[in-house]
C-alpha cells in the first residue's frame, strides 16, 4: 500500500538553531500533504497544508515565519522551524491524501527536542 | 468549533476481552467519523469510517456506529489480541471540497495495551 516517510524520525538541537523536516510519499504523489503537530497526550493538531507548486495554507494561530513549508515536488514537502525554541518541542507529522482523497496516509511522526 | 473528546487512557486489558473506547464529538454541519490506529514505531492508520448518521464502519473485527441523536462514535471489539495493543484515535472531518479528508480533526488518543 501507499506510504509515506519522514526524515529524520527524531532530531535534537539547541535553541536558536533551525531543523528541516522532510515528508516523502514513496509509491505515489501528492499535490496536497498536511502537517500536524501532537503535544503528549494531547491530541493532533492540524498546522498547515502544503500545496505543490503554490503557497502553504496556514491554520489560525500558526506562524507561516516560524514554520517554513515547501512542497517542492510532486513527493516531498519540507518543515522548517527556524530559529526553534523549547516549546517548539513536539512530535511533528505529516499525512498524504491517497488516489481519490478516499483516506490519508500518515508518515512516523518526527520527535524534535530542543535544548 | 469541531472537536473531539476521547475517553483517557491508557486501557489495559487481557487476551480475549470486550473492548470499548468512548468517542463523542461537537461539529458544525455533518462530518465523516474515522478511527485511526497507530502502531509503534508506525504512522496512523485507517481502521474504520463512517460517512452518514446510522453507518457502521468495522473492520479487523473493530467496529463503530455513527450515532447523529448522542454524538458519539465508540470503538467496539469483542475479543481482543495482544497485536491489537496500540494508540487509538478518533478523528472527523468535514465534507467541504476535495481535499476535506486531510482536515481532521483529532482526539487525544487512548493507548491500548492487551496482555496474553
Known amino acids: 500500500g501507499a506510504v509515506v516517510s519522514q526524515h529524520p524520525s527524531r532530531v535534537i538541537c539547541k535553541s536558536g538553531t533551525s531543523v528541516k523536516i522532510e515528508c516523502r510519499s514513496l509509491d505515489f504523489q501528492a499535490t496536497t500533504m498536511f502537517w500536524y503537530r501532537q503535544f503528549p497526550k494531547q491530541s493532533l493538531m492540524l498546522m498547515a497544508t502544503?500545496?505543490?507548486?503554490?503557497?502553504?495554507?496556514?491554520e489560525q494561530g500558526v506562524e507561516k515565519d516560524k514554520f517554513l513549508i515547501n512542497h517542492a515536488s510532486l513527493t516531498l514537502s519540507t518543515l522548517t522551524v527556524t530559529s526553534a525554541h523549547p516549546e517548539d518541542s513536539s512530535f511533528y507529522i505529516c499525512?498524504?491524501?491517497?488516489?481519490?482523497?478516499?483516506?490519508?496516509?500518515f508518515g512516523p511522526g518526527t520527535r524534535l527536542l530542543v535544548l | 468549533g469541531n472537536s473531539v473528546t476521547q475517553m483517557e487512557g491508557p486501557v489495559t486489558l487481557s487476551e480475549e476481552a470486550f473492548l470499548t473506547i468512548n468517542c463523542t464529538y461537537t461539529?458544525?454541519?455533518?462530518?465523516?467519523l474515522f478511527w485511526y490506529v497507530q502502531y509503534p514505531g508506525e504512522g496512523l492508520q485507517l481502521l474504520l469510517k463512517?460517512?452518514?448518521?446510522?453507518d457502521k464502519g468495522s473492520n479487523k473485527g473493530f467496529e463503530a456506529t455513527y450515532r447523529k441523536e448522542t454524538t458519539s462514535f465508540h470503538l467496539e471489539k469483542g475479543s481482543v489480541q495482544v497485536s491489537d495493543s496500540a494508540v487509538y484515535f478518533c478523528a472527523l472531518s468535514l465534507i467541504a471540497g476535495g481535499t476535506s479528508y486531510g482536515k481532521l480533526t483529532f482526539g487525544q488518543g487512548t493507548i491500548l495495551t492487551v496482555h496474553p
Open positions: 499525512s498524504a491524501p491517497g488516489l481519490a482523497l478516499k483516506t490519508q496516509y
Open positions: 461539529a458544525t454541519g455533518y462530518p465523516s
Open positions: 502544503s500545496n505543490e507548486g503554490s503557497k502553504a495554507t496556514y
Open positions: 463512517a460517512t452518514k448518521a446510522d
